[in-house]
């Protein structure tokens, strides 16, 4: 059953979401993270290098369960490159996790209206909690990490605090790292000695 709320004030806060929390099949769960700042870098090769890069878990190791943090940036770039290749592949699923009820309204306008796009393309979205602050950020990445065997990130130069924070959470809780712009070869490679 898609949980599908068309209001963020009526989205489940997490401690109330534990029976759509056993929906997620962690050893064929995917979390992104990555930097907020795309500017950086090139936009349409990020997306190119994601779209492979979720097509190739999906393929070599049956992911179908793809979990966003919900931030502006490289978070709604992947979202949407997964509700995208959704179309094609209606097995997948994309779960969209937020720290808080809100988190967007400091954002500027094309971000908000891009992650209310998204919203509409989730099949399931929890908020975990109520109210911003920097604990709820790091619950919700703490929540991508340990509801996902794989970790996607992007860094744009070095790690920024969110992205540095997920990946080395990822690290010690043993997931395996993907890094959408390492070379198609070298993710190959990778994906393939995964055990």
């Known amino acids: 059953m898609i949980c599908i709320i068309n209001n ?25 993270t990555g930097s907020r700042d795309l500017s950086g870098g090139n936009r349409e090769e990020i997306k190119s290098n994601l ?22 940036g490289f978070d709604l770039l992947a979202g949407h490159a997964a509700a995208e290749i ?10 969209l996790i937020l720290p808080c009820k809100g988190h967007y ?3 500027k306008y094309h ?34 990490v340990d509801y996902s065997r794989y970790c996607a990130y992007y860094k744009a130069g070095s790690f920024s605090h969110g992205t ?12 395996k790292l993907i890094n959408v712009m390492q070379s198609k070869e070298e993710e190959d490679l ?4 995964d055990l």
């Open 51 to 72: 779209e492979y890069a979720i097509n190739n878990m999906i393929s070599r190791k049956q992911v179908r369960d793809f979990l966003c943090g919900g931030a502006y």
């Open 105 to 107: 309204i400091k954002w």
């Open 86 to 95: 959704k179309k094609a592949r209606p097995e997948i699923r994309l779960f």
């Open 111 to 144: 971000d908000i209206e891009s992650f209310w796009l998204l919203w509409d393309k989730a099949d399931y979205k929890v908020c975990c909690q109520e109210n911003y602050s920097i604990s709820g950020m790091l619950r919700r990445d703490r929540f991508l």
């Open 164 to 175: 540095k924070y997920t990946v080395d959470y990822a690290v010690s809780r043993g997931r």
């Open 8 to 32: 963020i004030e009526n989205a489940p806060v997490y401690d109330d979401f534990q029976d759509s929390l056993e929906k997620i099949e962690i050893p064929r769960a995917c979390c992104f």
């Open 190 to 193: 990778q994906l393939s000695f």
